[in-house]
C-alpha cells in the first residue's frame, strides 16, 4: 500500500550554544492517504520539528520525507497548516484572512470565486456574519476556526496542524473536533494533528502515533478501530476508554515515568 | 456631538491661551517692541498677506519634498537593517552618531557645499533631519516579524518579496507612521533653520529674519503663529493618511 506520507528514519538536530540538541532520532511514520494521523508526545520532544520537516519549512539532517511519491525539499502548495498561534493578519477582515493562501496559491482565481470559496468555508465552521470583522473583534475559538479555514481554502492535499486547539477550553475545543470531522467529511485530506490531548487523538485519529522523549522515536502506533462518524459519546465507549488508557501508559513511559500504577 | 467637540475644545483651548497671552502683555504694560500681543497680529497680516502666502507655500513644499526623500531613503535603509543582521550590526553606530550631530552645524557646511543651491540646501537638510526614526522603526519593525506571521505564507512556498509585501510591509506601518509624525516635526524643523540663518533665504523663516532685521515684532510674531499653524497642518496631514493607511491598528474606543 502506498503512502501519501513517508516520514523515513529522520533524525534532526539544532544547533544551539551548548551544541548540537538531538531532536528526532530515526523518527518513522507513515500515512496513508486519506487518513487522520494524531501524534501524541512528551512536551518538548519534537513535535513542531516533525511539522515543519513535514511542510518543508526545514530540512531534516538525515532521512527523508516524502509527500505524495515525492520528497519534500522545499515547502508546497499542496500543503495547509494550522499553528499553535492562530495569528491573523490584523489589517485584514476575516474573510481576507481566510482567502490570503489562494493569492499565492492560485493567483489566477477570481477574486468573486475566491470570496465565494472562502464564504462557504466560514459558513461550514459557524462564522458566517464575521466575515467583515477584524480578528481582534473574535474570540479565540473563533479565530482558530478561522484559522482552520485558512489552512485549507486552497483544497490542499495535507493537512498539517500544531496544537490547534491547545489553548482553548473544553467545551470549545469538543465543538471544533466536531467541526475538524465535519469539514473531513465535507472534502477530504490526509492530515497529521499534534495534539497534547489524548481524547482529542482517539476522537479524530484513525491512527495515534506516540512520541518517545526527546530525541522522538516511533514508540507505539495505535489504530483507532472506532467508525468514521464519531460522535463526543463515543469517548465513553468501552473501547475507546481501553484505548486511552493504553495510551496513557505510553506517554507516561515517553515522559520517563513507567510504572508504579499496574 | 461628538464632531462638534472634537473641533470645539482644542479651538476653545487656543483661544484660552490667546487670552491669556494678551492679559500678560496688557497686565505688564509692555510695549509692542518688547513683546507683541495677539491683538497686534491681525494688522501683520493684513499688511503682509502676498508675502505670508507666498514664504508659507515655500516653506510647505520644500518640507514635504524632504519629507517624502526621507520616506523613500528610512523605508529603504529600514528595509536594509530589518533583513540583515550584518548591515543592522554595521550601520547603527553611525546612524546614531550622524544623528547626534547637532544639525545647525550642517547648515554652514551645506552653505559651502552647495553655494547659492538655496531650495536645495532646504530640502537636503529637511531630509538630513528626518530620515533617522523612519529608518530605525522600519528596521525594528521588520526585524521583530515574528516568525508565525511569516510561516503563514513560507509554508505555501510564498517567496521572500511577497512575504514582505503582504505580511511585513502592512505589518511596520503603525510604527512607520508613528517615526513619521516625529519626522514631520523635524523636517520643518530642518525647513525653518536653513530659512533662518542662511542670507537671502526664502520661506517663512526668511521672512521671520526680515522682521527682526526691521525691528518689526508684530510680524516676528505673526510668522511664528503661522508656523505653529502649517506645523499643525502637516502633523494632521499624517495623522490623517495613518488613518487611511493603518487604521486598523487603532484601538476601539473605551
Ligand atoms: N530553532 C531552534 N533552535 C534550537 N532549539 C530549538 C529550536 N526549536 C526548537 N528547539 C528545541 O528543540 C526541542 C523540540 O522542540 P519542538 O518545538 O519541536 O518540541 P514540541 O514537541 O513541539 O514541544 P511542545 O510540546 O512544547 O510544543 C525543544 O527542546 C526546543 O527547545
Ligand atoms: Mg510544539
Redesign the pocket.
Known amino acids: 500500500m502506498k503512502h501519501l506520507i513517508d516520514i523515513k528514519g529522520v533524525s534532526h538536530a539544532?544547533?544551539?550554544k551548548h551544541g548540537p540538541?538531538p531532536?528526532?532520532d530515526g523518527l518513522t511514520v507513515e500515512v496513508p492517504k486519506g487518513e487522520f494521523c494524531a501524534v501524541v508526545?512528551?512536551?518538548?520532544?519534537?513535535?513542531?520539528?516533525?511539522?515543519?520537516l513535514v511542510s518543508g519549512l526545514m530540512r531534516p539532517d538525515r532521512g527523508t520525507v516524502i509527500l505524495d511519491g515525492q520528497e519534500v525539499t522545499s515547502p508546497r502548495k499542496t500543503v495547509g497548516m494550522a499553528f499553535?498561534n492562530p495569528v491573523m493578519l490584523e489589517w485584514r477582515t476575516i474573510l481576507e484572512n481566510v482567502m490570503l493562501p489562494l493569492e499565492i496559491v492560485a493567483p489566477e482565481m477570481k477574486k468573486s470565486d475566491a470570496e465565494a470559496r472562502a464564504m462557504h468555508l466560514l459558513e461550514m465552521v459557524g462564522l458566517k456574519g464575521f466575515e467583515n470583522k477584524r480578528p481582534s473583534e473574535l474570540s479565540g475559538g473563533m479565530r482558530q476556526r478561522a484559522s482552520l479555514c485558512r489552512a485549507i481554502v486552497h483544497k490542499p492535499q495535507v493537512l498539517i496542524m500544531?496544537?490547534p486547539f491547545?489553548a482553548l477550553d473544553n467545551f470549545t475545543r469538543e465543538d471544533l473536533w466536531q467541526t475538524m470531522r465535519d469539514l473531513r467529511a465535507a472534502e477530504p485530506f490526509t492530515c497529521v494533528l499534534?495534539t497534547?490531548d489524548l481524547r482529542e487523538s482517539v476522537f479524530l485519529g484513525d491512527q495515534v502515533i506516540v512520541?518517545s522523549g526527546?530525541p522522538?522515536r516511533t514508540q507505539y502506533v495505535l489504530n483507532v478501530d472506532l467508525p468514521a462518524d464519531r460522535t463526543i459519546d463515543i469517548l465513553y465507549d468501552p473501547k475507546a476508554v481501553d484505548m486511552l488508557h493504553v495510551l496513557r501508559d505510553q506517554i507516561r513511559i515517553a515522559q520517563g515515568r513507567d510504572g508504579g500504577l499496574h | 456631538m461628538e464632531r462638534v467637540q472634537k473641533i470645539a475644545v482644542p479651538l476653545a483651548a487656543i483661544i484660552a491661551f490667546l487670552a491669556l497671552w494678551e492679559l500678560i502683555v496688557w497686565a505688564n504694560n509692555w510695549p509692542n517692541y518688547v513683546m507683541a500681543s495677539p491683538s497686534d497680529l491681525p494688522a501683520a497680516y493684513a499688511r503682509f498677506w502676498n508675502l505670508f502666502l507666498v514664504m508659507g507655500w515655500q516653506t510647505l513644499w520644500r518640507t514635504i519634498l524632504g519629507l517624502a526623500l526621507a520616506v523613500v531613503f528610512g523605508t529603504l535603509l529600514g528595509m536594509i537593517m530589518g533583513f540583515s543582521k550584518l548591515a543592522r550590526d554595521a550601520l547603527y553606530p553611525l546612524l546614531v552618531g550622524f544623528n547626534a550631530v547637532p544639525k545647525a552645524t550642517l547648515v554652514p557646511v551645506l552653505a559651502l557645499l552647495f553655494i547659492g543651491q538655496h531650495d536645495f540646501n532646504t530640502v537636503l537638510m529637511a531630509f538630513l533631519i528626518s530620515f533617522f526614526p523612519i529608518a530605525v522603526s522600519v528596521g525594528i519593525g521588520l526585524s521583530t516579524l515574528e516568525p508565525e506571521y511569516r510561516d503563514i505564507l513560507a509554508a505555501l512556498g510564498a517567496s521572500k518579496f511577497t512575504i514582505f509585501r503582504k505580511i511585513a510591509l502592512p505589518k511596520t506601518l503603525p510604527e512607520f507612521f508613528g517615526a513619521l509624525k516625529v519626522s514631520v516635526t523635524l523636517a520643518f524643523i530642518g525647513t525653518n533653520l536653513v530659512e533662518i540663518v542662511s542670507p537671502h533665504g526664502r520661506g517663512l523663516g526668511a521672512l521671520f529674519k526680515s522682521g527682526e532685521t526691521n525691528g518689526d515684532y508684530p510680524l516676528m510674531f505673526a510668522v511664528l503663529i503661522a508656523l505653529a499653524f502649517l506645523g499643525i497642518l502637516l502633523y494632521y496631514g499624517v495623522v490623517a493618511l495613518e488613518k487611511i493607511f493603518a487604521g486598523w491598528a487603532e484601538r476601539a474606543p473605551g
Open positions: 539544532y544547533k544551539t540538541l531532536v528526532l508526545g512528551p512536551s518538548g520532544c519534537g513535535k513542531s520539528t516533525l511539522t515543519r499553535q500544531d496544537e491547545g499534534i497534547h512520541l526527546r522522538a
